[in-house]
Structure formats: C-alpha cells, structure tokens
C-alpha cells in the first residue's frame, strides 16, 4: 500500500513569509496527525483530526498557525507569519484509528526559516 | 519535566552488542509505542504494547504498567539498526495522539 505522502519535502523561507504543507494520508484512515520535530527533540503533537473534524489542537499556536482536513482526507498546514522558531521537520502520520496499533508516518516536510 | 524519559540519549555499541533502550514515564497510559527513525526523518513504527512483552525478529519491547516503564531490545546488533529510536505513549483513555520521547540514537559500529 501507499504510505503516507507529505509535499514538500524542504522549504526556506525568511520571517514574516507564510507556508503551507501538504499531507496525504493513507487511504481508508480516519486520523491524521500533525506533529513538529524540533531539531534534537521527540516530535510534538499540533493538532488531530478525526475524519474531518478537529479532535485535539491544544498545542497548536492559533495565531499563527492553522490547519483543515477538507473532506476527511487530504490536510494542509498552514504558517502565517513564519517565526524562526518555526524551523522544524512537521510530520504528518496517519491511523485507522486513534487505538490502532500501527502509525504511520510520511516523511516529513524539513523548514528552515531564516 | 518530560512526561517520557528515555535512556540513554546516545548509545554506541559494537556490531553484535544487545541493545537495551529505556523509556519512563510519569502518567497512566493507554499504550506504548515504539518508533524508528532513520536519517531523513522516516518514521517507522516498530510496536504498539499495553502490557507484557512483543516480539519481532531481533526486536524484543517489553513493558511493566505498575513501574512505568517499558524497555526496548535488539539482539545480535547490526549497522543497519543504527537510528533515532523514540518512545512515545498515548496518555488517558485512548482518543488522544502520542506523547513523545527525545528518542534515543544509537549507533552500531562494524
């Protein structure tokens, strides 16, 4: 099966730019995470969807970052303004539910905003 | 405080070596999850565990709910084992995403 496919890969952008990313889950699974991987650190969950609704976005900073899941499959993540402490790899993974056993992840879109 | 503690941060061992990787955590939990990640940012999900132990070729993930603690084995090392292996757990009753560990790099010398 296809994994979990993420676009793109690498980005640069300078502060103050805005990004988006783009994540395509495997087919059939119902959650979809966002996570940030701080360089050096275990990655951090930004925000859940469950099909196309949000289930968790605690830990996702709203006024400058937003995502959506239209339809309950593709999801964009969005960065507006872009900080420095922005520069992360954002992971995307998927489940066919949140209880699964297996995660899978894509791999990953690396940011460097300088 | 991390709610998941890993040790070590960084491992060397020789080609060969049993590998044991540590994960602690502070919370109660739903399940434990076990990950690879390779250079490049890869992630590969090697178990999922909510008590006793779990198999896998050379990999061996056990863990102890009383003692908050999981561990994580690989027999008979090889180069190819080298990455970042995380530990990460799913807190509350089961809705929730992963909580990660810092992960810990190891490396396996020929």
């Known amino acids: 099966e296809a994994g979990v496919a993420q676009s793109p890969r690498y980005k640069i952008i300078e502060k103050r730019q805005s990004v988006a990313f783009w994540c395509n889950p495997i087919?059939?699974?119902?959650?979809l995470y966002w996570y940030q991987q701080i360089l050096g650190q275990g990655p951090k969950l930004l925000i859940q969807?469950?099909?196309?609704?949000?289930?968790?976005d605690s830990q996702l900073p709203k006024d400058r970052f937003s995502a959506e899941r239209l339809k309950g499959v593709d999801s964009t993540l969005k960065i507006q303004p872009a900080k420095l402490e922005d520069s992360a790899v954002y992971l995307c993974?998927?489940?066919?539910?949140?209880?699964?056993?297996?995660?899978?992840f894509g791999p990953g879109t690396r940011l460097l905003v300088l | 405080k991390n709610e998941v503690e890993q040790s070590p941060q960084n491992l060397t061992a020789q080609e060969g070596e049993f590998i044991t990787i540590n994960c602690s955590y502070s919370?109660?939990?739903?399940?434990l999850h076990w990950l690879q990640q390779h250079p490049g940012g890869g992630i590969v999900s090697l178990f999922m565990?909510?008590?006793g132990k779990k198999k896998h070729g050379r990999l061996i993930a056990t863990i102890n709910i009383q003692e908050k603690h999981s561990s994580l084995h690989i027999t008979a090392s090889h180069p190819r084992d080298s990455a970042v292996y995380i530990c990460?757990?799913?807190?509350?009753?089961?809705?929730?995403?992963?909580?990660f560990g810092k992960g810990t790099h190891l490396i396996i010398q020929p």
């Open positions: 993974a998927s489940s066919l539910d949140p209880s699964g056993p297996r995660w899978y």
């Open positions: 087919s059939g699974h119902a959650t």
């Open positions: 969807f469950q099909n196309n609704g949000v289930v968790d």
């Open positions: 919370v109660g939990i739903s399940a």
């Open positions: 565990l909510s008590s």
């Open positions: 990460a757990v799913r807190i509350g009753g089961g809705a929730d995403g992963l909580t």
